[in-house]
């Protein structure tokens, strides 16, 4: 069974500094999900990715499948970027697994 | 609005009296899937579902039933709360394409105290 990893489990972060979080996780999977949980305690997903990186705004994700490592980055940290950050992936490697796995998350906080 | 609705957002009750919490998304997501919150723990997931009548478990389905009668809507019943399903849940869909699910949508959650 997947073992997913997240550190930092808390980070704190003066407001415009870089912020990394990273994720890794045990077996080989297609893909990685990246979630933001907001103070309010609503989910969003920010990201799916199965290779390389994505750009959404300030936000950068990137996956090493060989490596099975993935870092979310925040770039001019703001304090509306405070919440909980999630990686989550299959359970299972292999086609056809659709069991959710997730890491205990990030929380983290951006003081202005 | 594409939307993942959750109902009750807030239910408290006692033990032994059963209850269920409705989702139902308008995406026309394929997949449909439960998963409940803990300090500690983070997300677990409990039931999940590809389609119509296909429900599989995930890590924590003990105590819990779902079906899924129709493509829009994936209940979860507890038949029997106890006071260790205690927990804040969520509902989520999302598509499926090339044999794997898609970005997560995600219901508000609902915050469930069993006394």
């Known amino acids: 069974k997947n073992e997913v990893e997240q550190s930092p489990q808390n980070l704190t972060a003066q407001e415009g500094e870089f912020i990394t979080i990273n994720c890794s996780y045990s077996?080989?999977?297609?893909?990685l999900h990246w979630l933001q949980q907001h103070p309010g305690g609503g989910i969003v997903s920010l990201f799916m990715l199965s290779s390389g990186k994505k750009k959404h705004g300030r936000l950068i994700a990137t996956i090493n499948i060989q490596e099975k490592h993935s870092s979310l980055h925040i770039t001019a940290s703001h304090p509306r970027d405070s919440a909980v950050y999630i990686c989550?992936?299959?359970?299972?490697?292999?086609?056809?697994?659709?069991?959710?796995?997730f890491g205990k998350g990030t929380k983290l906080s951006v003081i202005p | 609005e594409a939307q993942v609705t959750q109902n009750p957002r807030y239910l408290i009750t006692v033990t032994g009296k059963k209850l269920t919490v409705t989702c139902s998304q308008n995406?026309?997501?394929?997949?449909m899937s439960w998963y409940r919150q803990d300090p500690g723990l983070g997300l677990r997931q409990i039931y999940y579902s590809m389609n119509v009548e296909v429900t599989d478990k995930g890590d924590v389905p003990e105590g819990y039933k779902v079906s899924r009668k129709e493509k829009r809507n994936f209940p979860l019943i507890l038949e029997s709360p106890s006071p260790n399903q205690t927990s804040l849940y969520f509902c989520?869909?999302?598509?499926?394409?090339?044999?794997?699910?898609?970005?997560?949508?995600f219901g508000p959650g609902t915050r469930l105290t069993v006394l």
């Open positions: 989550a992936g299959p359970a299972y490697s292999g086609a056809g697994s659709y069991q959710l796995t």
């Open positions: 077996v080989g999977i297609s893909a």
């Open positions: 989520a869909s999302s598509l499926v394409s090339g044999g794997y699910y898609n970005e997560q949508f």
């Open positions: 995406m026309n997501h394929e997949y």
